[in-house]
């Protein structure tokens, strides 16, 4: 099994919109999804929800800015670690995140074995 890390992209105007009902029943999908995962021996370790603030340092003049992506609509709000045989086997877990359902993106990182 390969190891790779999941990170999960959205808007997140897109869940301060939602009703309380909503959030539950997207807070069921994600914990649904997250068994399934951890049920089948995927889950390497659960990442905790990122906050949306940070500060972002750049380039040689270590130039520190609000963050962590000030540029960009859609900023990473979590991450996990799964095991999977391959890319192939990585994505198909992937597709079935409830971020998706909101317009958000998993990336899908491999780690480099040393």
């Given amino acids: ?13 897109a869940f301060r919109s939602m009703s309380p009902e909503q959030m539950q029943q997207t807070m069921k999908k994600w914990m649904d999804w997250k ?20 500060k972002v340092v750049r380039g040689k003049a270590k130039a520190v800015t609000d963050g ?3 540029e960009v609509k859609d900023s990473i709000q979590g991450y996990m670690l799964v095991a999977a045989t391959d890319m192939d086997q990585a994505l198909e877990l992937a597709r079935d995140c409830p971020i998706l359902e909101r317009d958000g993106t998993v990336e899908i990182r491999p780690f480099v074995s040393m």
Avoid: Q, W
């Fill in 35 to 54: 068994d399934m995962l951890e049920k089948n021996g995927h889950v390497k370790e659960f990442g905790e929800r990122l906050d949306g603030t940070g």
């Fill in 68 to 70: 962590p992506y000030v």
């Fill in 1 to 13: 099994m390969s190891k790779f890390m999941y990170l999960f992209r959205s808007n997140p105007a």
